[in-house]
């Protein structure tokens, strides 16, 4: 491949340039769904990125007269190759994308015009969560606007106190005598005695018991199971909790949680190829095709995805209606965050050596499902591997001097820059924001070491691994530090930092090649991911007395038979805040009217906007308040991405 080396670093900058000014002046004004569009601004980025790929792997791997430069350097672009390779197949995924909200309404008629509608049993399953957590589901499943189903509560815990409340809101309540193959085995012992019933299900939904679904979740989902070869239709999981980067980098108004991406865009192209997948909660299942596979399979921790697999096996397909029909918590802390995304790498890690693995010949697995396990299995193991080495690889150049990318900084330019500027252009137009290389970096290293782990487990040891629970629900009242992680952040910046010490001022005399320009710039973007990373390890306090949805609703407060009007901006179960000068002083009583619920409160304080209402503490006012929070009249969603206001935070939260 012919070197730039000959050019001006603005004439190596110029296409960058270029093909960024283009993306700014023109994708803004095309339409992200049109299948044409998205194919001709994904080839370019994949073209631009084997572009640069072919460039790495063949004029900047080091001579093989460097033993050590050369072992280091060929090992940091293999990986960055194979990186590149799952990259493309998931950039080509999403050159197609499917919006079932249309059909969804087309059907809803014909599924209320049936004679008979179908029976929905909704399973919430639990292991150990609160009693405050599982109240809010049950009292939010039993105000489903749909007349034919059925709620239990699958309770793997054996708790007394759970059945009593199951039978104060006179739900069904099914336990077992022992936890074997967790949440699969729960679900599998409640199909069981769901077959033994006199009147059995057509289809069960799958709630954790953290999700709490809105009124219309069966009919919407019921509505795109009318062909009998659906076997499953799975909803978004959207959240009413900040995850804790969001929380804890103070970017929970600014940017939306991680799983927007995978939800939004990812499963909507998934759907669009016919390989759209269960994700447990939040999912309807027809009973029959679920019973021909013999229930949930066990074989995996990430069951969900699997049961997909096997219904394809069988001839049923999975489909995806993006919308807004269930709200549940986020993973609230750090660990729970990065201990939840190694189970769902351990669970494909299994998936892909177990029977319903890509490789296997004579398993049924049509072939686009074979390629987005593989495209899956490399995003957990060397996107993971890659965003580590990329932090160790420019450490220790600085410090020890192997050189394992052997470049100049005009030929860098030439090949890198044009790739940056296409993708990130192309991938913040292509998910309206939801993709910026700072955070999806963060996201990847915050993760990488538990991931690391999950992959080397579950290509060892396939079986055997134990499920482990997502924690729910417990204290975040203070606030307190992640210490094994914020160590392998501290160190890792440490590194880096002592590298460019010793580089450019503790050792002045060391000759320098063109590289160390290179691994400056990339030691200073790996600082500021790193020194992210740490701050995200400083768990922030969070409210535990409900969380806030905003609302726009207009509020009528009442005291000694005069009232006032006002405009909420928020609510919760504990309280919710008007806008205005509160009409009477601090610690009143008053009586409280918004949409259906009437509610006596208090004035509890003044705030720079408005006023914030206390409410009664109350079995019956939290459950009135439950159904109005969960009736889709509120949002948690963050709005319009804006990536200044991002850096802003950022900006601000470091400098705090």
């Not at 919430?124 to 007349?147: F, H, K, M, Q, S």
């Not at 219904?311 to 918590?329: A, H, I, W």
């Not at 928020?570 to 919710?576: P, Q």
């Amino acid at each position: 491949m012919t070197s730039a080396s000959g050019m001006s670093y603005l004439d190596a900058l110029m296409p960058a340039l270029i093909i960024g000014l283009l993306a700014a002046a023109i994708l803004p004004w095309v339409n992200r769904n049109n299948t044409v569009v998205r194919t001709v601004a994904i080839v370019i980025c994949v073209g631009l990125g084997w572009r640069y790929m072919t460039w790495r792997m063949f004029n900047t791997i080091p001579s093989v007269s460097n033993p050590v430069d050369f072992m280091v350097g060929f090992l940091f672009t293999a990986v960055e190759a194979i990186t590149m390779v799952g990259a493309t197949a998931s950039q080509i995924f999403l050159t197609r994308t499917r919006n079932r909200t249309a059909e969804a309404n087309r059907n809803v008629p014909k599924l209320l015009a049936l004679p008979k509608l179908p029976k929905v049993d909704v399973l919430i399953c639990t292991y150990n969560e609160d009693e405050n957590i599982l109240e809010r589901t049950i009292i939010g499943t039993l105000a489903i606007n749909y007349p034919n189903f059925r709620v239990w509560v699958c309770d793997d815990g054996r708790r007394p106190w759970l059945q009593a409340l199951c039978e104060r809101h006179n739900v069904g309540y099914l336990t077992r005598n022992d936890n074997a193959h967790a949440k699969a085995g729960n679900i599998n012992a409640a199909l069981k005695k769901l077959a033994a019933l006199d009147e059995k299900p057509d289809f069960i939904s799958i709630l954790d018991a953290d999700f709490v679904p809105l009124p219309e979740f069966l009919t919407r989902g019921l509505s795109l199971a009318l062909d009998s070869t659906v076997g499953v239709v799975q909803t978004p999981q959207h959240f009413f909790n900040p995850d804790p980067i969001q929380s804890n980098l103070a970017l929970t108004r600014v940017w939306p949680d991680e799983q927007r991406f995978f939800f939004d865009i990812v499963m909507a192209s998934k759907d669009a190829w016919g390989a759209a997948f269960c994700c447990g909660t939040s999912s309807i299942i027809r009973f029959d095709a679920l019973q021909s596979i013999g229930g949930f399979p066990t074989d995996s921790v990430t069951e969900d995805y699997l049961v997909s697999l096997r219904l394809r096996e069988k001839g049923f397909g999975t489909v995806y209606l993006n919308e807004v029909l269930s709200l549940g918590l986020a993973p609230e802390g750090l660990a729970e965050y990065t201990g939840q995304r190694a189970r769902w790498c351990l669970g494909f890690v299994q998936i892909c050596r177990g029977p319903s693995g890509p490789l296997k010949i004579g398993n049924g697995l049509p072939f686009v499902d074979r390629i987005m396990l593989c495209e899956t299995f490399l995003h957990w193991s060397a996107t993971h591997l890659f965003r580590v080495l990329s932090v160790i690889v420019p450490a220790l150049y600085l410090l020890l001097g192997i050189e394992a990318v052997h470049a100049n900084v005009i030929d860098a330019i030439w090949y890198l820059a044009p790739f940056l500027a296409a993708q990130i252009g192309i991938f913040l137009w292509l998910t309206d924001g939801r993709v910026i290389p700072l955070m999806s970096d963060l996201y990847q290293m915050l993760c990488s070491t538990e991931v690391l782990k999950g992959v080397v487990s579950g290509l060892l040891r396939p079986k055997g691994q134990k499920f482990k629970v997502t924690a729910k629900g417990g204290d975040r009242s203070k606030q307190f530090i992640q210490w094994p992680l914020l160590r392998i952040f501290g160190v890792l910046l440490a590194l880096t930092a002592i590298g460019i010490a010793n580089a450019f001022l503790i050792d002045p005399s060391r000759p320098l090649a063109e590289s160390s320009a290179i691994a400056l710039f990339w030691s200073w973007y790996n600082i500021i991911v790193l020194t992210l990373c740490c701050y995200v390890c400083s768990e922030q306090q969070q409210r535990r007395n409900g969380e806030r949805f905003d609302v726009r609703v207009p509020v009528t407060i009442s005291a000694g038979g005069v009232s006032y009007e006002f405009y909420a901006s928020d609510v919760s179960v504990s309280g919710i805040h008007l806008v205005g000068e509160p009409p009477l002083r601090i610690g009143s009583p008053v009586r409280v009217r918004f949409a259906d619920v009437s509610i006596d409160a208090c004035i509890r304080r003044k705030t720079e906007h408005g006023f914030g209402l206390e409410f009664e503490n109350s079995a019956q006012s939290k459950a009135h308040l439950l159904r109005f929070i969960f009736s889709g009249r509120t949002s948690t969603s963050v709005g319009k991405i804006k990536p200044h206001l991002v850096a802003t935070a950022l900006a601000a939260r470091i400098l705090r």
